[in-house]
């Protein structure tokens, strides 16, 4: 298959900086849609695959899976899209599309899910490179219509902070009565809190951070309660149908366990590895509790996230900076010092 050279951003080892590169993208098959990025959002997942965290990256890497652009050109058998659409691009580029989670709309779960960057492209036998770059080529299938009248420029990171909380609301069934907690308020925590908000949910921040009070008030929190300070969490004893926990670190979830309802749920989404110290299984069963994991969403649940997000017209909280800046970006964020989501301003790549 031919190939078009595009200029990215990305890294040819986990110890170097990002810098320019030429990479290959795809021409257009009948169902693929070539997009021209105009933003595309920085995740913690960027950084651990940038740097090898998880031991599987292969390089070079090229990061980026909160993607925002137009459409330049669609094949010939494409029918969602047309060319100068504003649309989106999140965590997954293809699937098998024939297994039984591919089949109930949970594309995320298939065995042969492909990744926006570090999957494999089938049609040029390579591996996928991400959004930090030009263009970027996609089956229409997950290519994302965004609404109309969001802010282009804050959409981005709906697409993986924002599906990768949405996902276990909805799958717990989130609504007007429940009581939820959100344990930190970073890219993810920020994203759980305005929408389980807007779902009508009775919504509590859980934070060690003091400073944190004002703005998890301002974006929607009922209540903020301080998780070092053990008079506070013995008052939440108890509390909460569901907890969503978006600490992308190792950290100890047993003192949260207990703010638990009988029957409820404490949903980790931030962290992937082994817990330390270890979960205590005492007070999970003495009140039937669960402790489970969610992984970003599916193709159509992204898409009832973006159109939930156009009626109430819910967008990020973003610091755009240029791709020039993407290595002092990482630096940042690995100090928490980003309010609360960096976006990639890809005009800035042709610089």
């Not at 098959?29 to 595309?40: A, F, Q, R, W």
């Not at 060690?208 to 013995?234: F, H, W, Y």
């Not at 007070?283 to 193709?299: C, E, F, N, Q």
């Amino acid at each position: 298959m031919n190939a078009k050279r595009v200029k990215a951003y990305g890294t040819q080892t986990a110890e170097a900086d990002l810098e320019q590169l030429i990479i290959d993208r795809r021409d257009i098959t009948p169902k693929d849609v070539e997009i021209t990025i105009e933003y595309c959002g920085v995740c913690h997942s960027d950084l651990h695959f940038a740097r090898n965290d998880w031991g599987f990256s292969v390089y070079p890497v090229v990061p980026g899976h909160e993607i925002v652009g137009r459409v330049t050109r669609v094949g010939t058998d494409v029918t969602k899209h047309k060319v100068g659409d504003l649309v989106a691009v999140g965590c997954l580029v293809d699937s098998c599309r024939s297994c039984n989670n591919c089949k109930q709309d949970l594309e995320q779960y298939c065995p042969g899910w492909v990744g926006t960057y570090g999957g494999h492209d089938k049609h040029l036998g390579m591996q996928t490179f991400g959004g930090y770059s030009e263009s970027i080529v996609v089956d229409e299938h997950f290519v994302l219509k965004v609404p109309n009248n969001l802010d282009p420029v804050a959409v981005a990171p709906v697409l993986c902070a924002g599906i990768t909380t949405w996902s276990p609301l909805r799958h717990w069934k989130v609504g007007k009565g429940s009581n939820i907690a959100v344990i930190g308020l970073g890219g993810l925590g920020h994203m759980a809190v305005k929408l389980a908000h807007a779902l009508g949910a009775d919504v509590t921040l859980l934070s060690r951070s003091p400073n944190k009070i004002q703005d998890a008030l301002d974006l929607g929190a009922d209540r903020v309660v301080i998780s070092t300070d053990e008079d506070q969490m013995a008052e939440v004893q108890g509390r909460f149908d569901v907890i969503i926990d978006t600490v992308p670190n190792v950290h100890d979830i047993n003192p949260y366990v207990g703010t638990l309802a009988t029957n409820g749920t404490l949903v980790i989404v931030g962290y992937l590895g082994p817990l330390d110290p270890f979960l205590n299984s005492m007070p999970m069963i003495m009140g039937r509790k669960t402790v489970a994991g969610s992984l970003i969403g599916g193709i159509a649940e992204t898409q009832e996230l973006l159109d939930f997000c156009g009626e109430h017209g819910i967008t990020p909280e973003i610091e755009m900076i240029p791709i020039q800046d993407i290595n002092k970006a990482y630096e940042r964020m690995l100090k928490s010092d980003v309010h609360y989501r960096f976006v990639i301003d890809m005009a800035s790549l042709k610089q």
